[in-house]
Every structure is written in C-alpha cells, then in structure tokens.
C-alpha cells in the first residue's frame, strides 16, 4: 500500500520504490498488487481497468475499488474516491497554495480503511498473505487490522522518512472509525496530538526502513524525531534494508532522454551528455573543470543551505554547478541568484522535469547530495549507474551507498564516491576540493567511475531482503 507509485503518480522517492520493489519480487514467485488512490488521470494509465467493487461510504462520499495493470505489467488496485482524490489542482498531498490538503486525515484513512478491509476478507475476492504499508498515509491500516475483530494478515511497515509522522488533532479521532480505545497513549496519541506513523510503528508485526545506518540512527534521541522511544522498544522487530533502483528505467546505454547513451565499457561518450548539458543550460562548454548537479527538493534537511555556504570552493576550483529542484523560497531564490552573478559557471532549474533529471545524472560529472539525514536516497544511486561520483555527507543511506575515495579505497580500487563528516559547509567544500582534484587526474577518476558504474544497485539484494521479512511473518503467523 503507498500514496504514490511510479509511473503513476509521483512527488518523490517514495513511488519509485513503490513501484520497482513489487516487479523486482514477482521473479521471486511474490504475487504483489499496489493500492494507490486514484488521483486525476491514474486509471487512464492503466489497461483492463474494471471495477472490483463498490464502497457506498467511503469517508464522505461514495467510492470504490478499481483494478488494472501497467504497461510494465504492476498489478494495481486503485482505491476510486473523486471527493478525496479528484482534485483538478494542486498535488497528491497539497493544495494549489502549497498547503495541506484540509482533508488530508480523511484522504488517507480512505486509503487505510480499504487497505484494511481487502486485507480482511471484506472488499475483493484477492486477499493478502502480508500487508506491507509505506510510510505515514497507509500506516493507519494497522490500526483497523489491530481493532478488527475477525483474523488479520501479518503486517509490515517501511519508514521511508521518520520526519513525515501523519499529525492531526486529536478533535478528528472521531471521524476515523476507530474505538476511543486506539486514541490511548499505546495507541495513536502522540505529544497531545494523534498520530498515523505510530499506528504503524506501534501495531505492525515487522518494521524496515530504507538502510542499515538509518535503522541505527532513528534509535537516537537526535535523529528518533519524538519516536526514538517507541522504536527502541520494538528495535527487535526493524531491520534496516537498502533501496534499490529500477535498472531498466535508469540506463545510461538505453536512456531514451540522453544525447549519446553510454555505459562503463563506452565511457567516453559520456563527453557528449556533458556537453550537451552544458549547451542546454547555457554553461560554458568546458571539459577542463568538473560540472557537479543537483537534483533535490531544496531544502535545510537535505543539505543546500551548506551547499551555498561552500560555493566559494566550488568557484575557486573553476567548476561549475547545475541545480534542479524546488523547495525553500530563500534557498531556490540564492541559487537562481548564483545562476545570475555567475552565468556560464553556474545554472539553477527550478522545478522537477523528469527526462531532465535523466539529463543531469548523464552530463554532470558528480552530483552533490550534502543532507543533514538521509534515509536511503536515491539520487546518489542513479549518479553511481550514471557514472557520476556522489559527493555525499556520511549519514543514513548515504553512508551505506557511497565508498570514500580514500588513499587506501583508491589503492584497492573500491572507490565509488566522496563522503564528508561533520555535516558542515566547511567539510562539504573540502569534499568537493578533494573531487576537483581527483577529476584533474583522468585515468584516476575514470576507474572510480567504472567502479562506481559496476556496483550492484539494483533491486536484486533487496527484493531478497523482503521476501525473508514476508517468509518470517508467514511462518509465525
């Protein structure tokens, strides 16, 4: 269950992972649907798209159960509810102003809800040996499956980012149908407030998250955000499991987006995405000095305010920076700045374009990702695929993705990127020195590139990895 699935629907890292786990674990033998709101225009991407059923009150309005398949042959469910999901404007999660939709507790209990009753028996004839929930939107599932009074399927939960918990005032408990019983402290109630992550962090069987260093990091009182208590009690049940990628979608020999598809055996022609970035953005076209890139929400969380503290050691190497991405209205209005003071050095996009997002991870040399914490990331992936070395802070995901390029990783040959620590501007600038220097050195940075584009990222390890979490709970159940 997730809020969003790519190709569908997508804000986020979260529905590429929703939609490549599920085809990663059908070789496994794992018969997997997605259920996904149907937001405008998700049904038409379907084919054999038909009603399974009808769900006369669905939180306000009539709704129901739709079922189809994607090009790429995903099994979806779509839970079709127009007064929740059919919004002409504004996003998945947010209106037209930027905000919270206002209905936003009842959208995703909607969601929940029929999560739960498909899980039940209840809804469909298909029901689930294990129901798996991604993140705060579908976490209120295990709280119907806790209250229901017939047998429920095991569940697990996948944080995606402890930092989005689903909070709502407690005045709205009544309008979720639940018993005040699950409003208690051991339920969802949460700092005066209530709660959708604790439902599931609270009832659900199993618990991952996107990384090994993240799962470690969330035990803390400075990166739990409020739930390091909780977790720490139910620290037997979560494991930490690296994200993969969807291969096939990200593939710099058969990217349909790039000038000149490449690959670790025709690296050379990496030269011309670069190029051709440089034209498109209107760089300098330059192959003397590294291009960096930037594709994020432009954000404190993720790193870009120190980013722009260490600029002065990015133009004092001659480099150059391609920024795409939205975000904080102070941070995007200095990049674009920046793109203004220092045309032909420096280029900000704002916004998300994914076949440009194809184009940056081809043209740019390296690709900056300096967050504060980072679950897994995604980003650094792609740029390990495309041949372009992450220079990445050592937290979370990022610490389990990229290998330093160290004298001794060097000597050995791992090398596959640049981490820094502390997360700060100063040590973010010497990281990105210390790239400038290894660029300047071409057969040094071309194995670390091969290296990097040789590395096991796909989904193989953790479709693995999830299958034995369902075996357990099938096998305890």
């Known amino acids: 269950m997730t809020s969003e699935c790519y190709p569908l629907v997508k804000t986020g ?233 969807d291969e096939a979608v990200w593939n710099p020999a058969t990217d349909p987006y790039l000038a000149s598809p490449y690959s670790a055996r025709r690296l050379p022609s990496k030269a011309f995405d670069k190029a051709a970035l440089q034209v498109e953005l209107g760089l ?19 790193g870009l305010d120190l980013l722009l503290d260490a600029m002065p050691a990015l133009h004092a190497r001659g480099a150059q920076l391609a920024v795409l991405g939205n975000g904080d209205a102070a941070i995007q209005d200095e990049f674009m700045r920046l793109a203004e003071t220092h045309p032909g050095q420096v280029a900000t996009t704002i916004g998300y374009h994914e076949p440009l997002s194809h184009r940056f991870q081809a043209g740019a040399d390296a690709i900056i990702v300096p967050s504060r914490f980072e679950p897994c990331g995604l980003t650094q992936l792609y740029g390990l695929r495309y041949g372009t070395l992450p220079v990445v802070a050592r937290v979370g995901g990022l610490a389990d993705t990229v290998i330093d390029a160290n004298e001794a990783a060097l000597r050995d040959g791992v090398a596959t990127g640049f981490q820094f620590s502390p997360v700060d501007a100063v040590q973010l600038g010497m ?23 040789t590395r096991e990222v796909g989904w193989g390890i953790a479709a693995g990895a999830y299958l034995d979490q369902y075996e357990r709970l099938i096998s305890r159940r």
């Open 13 to 245: 890292g979260l529905a590429d992972v929703a939609g490549a786990l599920p085809l990663a674990l059908q070789p496994l033998g794992v018969d997997t649907k997605v259920l996904l709101p149907a937001y405008p225009g998700v049904r038409d991407q379907l084919t054999g798209a038909r009603k399974l059923a009808t769900l006369p009150d669905l939180f306000g309005g009539p709704g129901g159960l739709v079922s189809g398949t994607t090009a790429d042959g995903l099994h979806v469910l779509l839970v079709d509810a127009p007064h929740l999901f059919a919004r002409k404007t504004g996003g998945p999660y947010l209106g037209p102003d930027g905000l919270d939709w206002p209905d936003n507790h009842l959208r995703f209990a909607a969601l929940s809800w029929v999560g739960a009753q498909i899980a039940l028996g209840e809804v469909g004839t298909w029901r689930p040996d294990v129901v798996h929930l991604h993140d705060w939107q579908t976490a209120l599932t295990a709280a119907y499956l806790h209250t229901a009074k017939a047998p429920a399927p095991p569940s697990l939960l996948t944080i995606h980012n402890l930092a989005f918990q689903g909070v709502f005032p407690m005045a709205l408990a009544d309008t979720l149908r639940l018993p005040k019983t699950a409003f208690d402290y051991d339920g969802l109630e949460y700092w005066g407030n209530l709660s959708f992550l604790k439902a599931g962090v609270q009832w659900c069987d199993r618990l991952t998250t996107v990384s090994p260093t993240y799962a470690r990091e969330i035990l803390t009182h400075d990166q739990g955000m409020g739930f390091d208590g909780l977790l720490r009690a139910r620290a037997n049940t979560l494991t930490g499991i690296v994200n993969g990628i």
């Open 284 to 302: 300098h076209v330059r192959t003397d000095v590294p291009l960096f890139c930037v594709i994020s929400r432009l954000t404190t969380q993720k």
């Open 431 to 453: 990281a990105i020195d210390r790239a400038c220097t290894l660029f300047a050195d071409t057969l040094a940075w071309q194995r670390v590139q091969k290296r990097a584009m």
